[in-house]
């Protein structure tokens, strides 16, 4: 008899798991603390919340029985109005997780790859796998920046696309507009995944209507603080888009999350001003960590940071934190050996984070 296992496809049978951020009673349980004592500072989450709008619109809102728009009038309606593009332009989604996943499904075939370069966000080459994709990684140079000569010189004719982060996650640096460019210029998908725009300001979105081969994406997981409801979405040329809309899961934006996005956009200044409170955070964390000796801490312009521990101590250092209750992202690859990245919070667990960074690394 054949074991099931063997039914599936094989590049299904030899997925890795993406390694996504646990909940907090685990975090707790790990650290033997109690839950609201944890520092959750590895997920790059919102330390205010969502806003109180959002509370109380999910509070009193009573039409749960009925699916949402499979059209997605509304929350496209209000999307255009913030984001100052046509809606007919834009797509919602579950998160811009499932942006990441409807692109490749709409362009990456087996035997076919993507080009992403790295250390970059986990997804793009998970998703591409999922799809039966390749990943070709081209390491970024010394300082982070994408190397645009040998990105370019690593696409082949079964090059579909290049995804990229701007800021880029872990790193914190944004792409210039002049790198997007040369990279739109090859004529392949370009994905500019504008995950943390709220903290940096910086957009490609003008450049659609220069470039039909041009994605952004953008979230209200990290600015709004609405990680938790998944509520993401995709700026295209609009034949893409219409494409899209007519492959995606009908209802695969929530209702919980339509009305989420919009008590969140009419409640923007209120967000926006928490989003300048984690920017100016930010720059007092930046300068904080560059006073402990031996740590490496890069200029970023999103919501965390990333530091480049003392040589061959990054795992005990980052082990020291957890059985502190702080929980950051720890990376040991090749390209990040004894590399931390620190979401920003709020300040009183800056200071922990910076007294417990401090006392580990002095006491090798
Ligand atoms: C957090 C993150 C995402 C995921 O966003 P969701 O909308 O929550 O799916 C996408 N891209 C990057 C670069 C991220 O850091």
Redesign the pocket.
Known sequence: MTEVRDLLLPHIRQLKTYDGVDPMEVMAQQAGIPPEKVIRLNG?ENPFGPSPEVVKALGSFQRFNHYPDPDQRQLRDALSAYLGVPAEQIVAGN????L?DMVLRMFLGPGENIVIPTPT?G?YAFSAEVCGGKVKAVPRNEIFDIDIEATVAALDDNSKAIFL?SPN?PTGNTASEGAIRALLATGKIVVV?E??YEFCGQTMLPLLDEYSNLVV?R?F??WAGL?GL???LGVMDPDIALTMMSMKSPYNVNLAAEVALIASLDDRTTLLSRVEAIVKERKRMTGMLEQIPGIQVWPSQANFILCRLPEGRGQEIFEGLCRRGIFLRYFNTPQLRDYVRASVGLPEETDQVIAALTELVGTP
């Open positions: 790059n998160g811009s997780d499932e990441i966000f997804m982060a996650n995944d995950t943390y994406l979230t997981s990290k990680a998944r509520i993401g």
